[in-house]
């Protein structure tokens, strides 16, 4: 598709995860065709310029011609009065601000941490971040609660805490950057089911009878 003409972005501020969600979730259900979904933390969002002071922050990007994006801004903007008074970004703003997002820029990660990507269902975002955050990491929710981005200690403990977050809320992980010392003695994505894991092999064994395609990357 032709890249849109413009980019509006409304943002909640100061909700809590659930409530965010819950925000975000009634705009992507909405007939505004919302472009993107995501949670920032406080850390999070203070981390990114132009969000300013305040909290966290909720955030529902509408994408088009620019009179439609004013219009239809301004539209969910009203019919999500019960979250709050929602900001609008407009077009520059809008696009820097979900260009740090898609690249993670929210997270904050520091160069000796781990990093942990979450894959689950949006109403759980809330729950597997809290459980994250308990364990010593940080992160936020991209993909109206779907995607959990976390940073933590590079330890086998927190990986044990973040696989268990993923799991209790029916999601999958994986574990995206690590010290090799980490990497090289812990899974870096789910292992499988052993008939899964048998095929896996063969297809490995018959496409890269060498083993020369990414060796030790995903799997020892």
């Not at 809330?126 to 992160?139: S, V």
């Amino acid at each position: 598709l032709p890249a849109p003409e413009a980019s509006g972005t409304l943002l909640w501020r100061g909700l809590d995860a659930v409530r965010g969600v819950a925000a975000l979730s009634q705009a992507l259900g909405s007939p505004y065709g919302v472009s993107g979904a995501a949670f920032l933390p406080a850390p999070a969002a203070a981390l990114l310029p132009g969000l300013g002071a305040g909290g966290s922050v909720a955030l529902a990007r509408i994408e088009d011609f620019a009179p439609s994006v004013a219009y239809r801004t301004a539209k969910l903007r009203d019919d999500m009065a019960a979250f709050g008074a929602a900001d609008i970004l407009e077009d520059a703003p809008s696009r820097a601000l979900w260009r740090a997002v898609r690249d993670a820029e929210p997270l904050g990660a520091e160069p000796d941490e781990a990093v942990w990507r979450l894959s689950l269902r949006p109403s759980a975002g809330p729950a597997a971040l809290a459980a994250a955050e308990a364990a010593g990491c940080h992160g936020f929710l991209d993909w109206g609660g779907g995607l959990v981005w976390l940073a933590g200690p590079a330890d086998a403990a927190t990986h044990a805490a973040v696989i268990a977050a993923a799991t209790m809320t029916g999601g999958t992980w994986m574990l995206l950057r690590a010290p090799d010392a980490l990497r090289t003695t812990l899974d870096v994505v789910p292992p499988e089911a052993p008939a899964l894991a048998a095929i896996s092999r063969a297809v490995k064994a018959a496409m890269d009878p060498r083993g020369i395609l990414n060796p030790g990357r995903f799997r020892a």
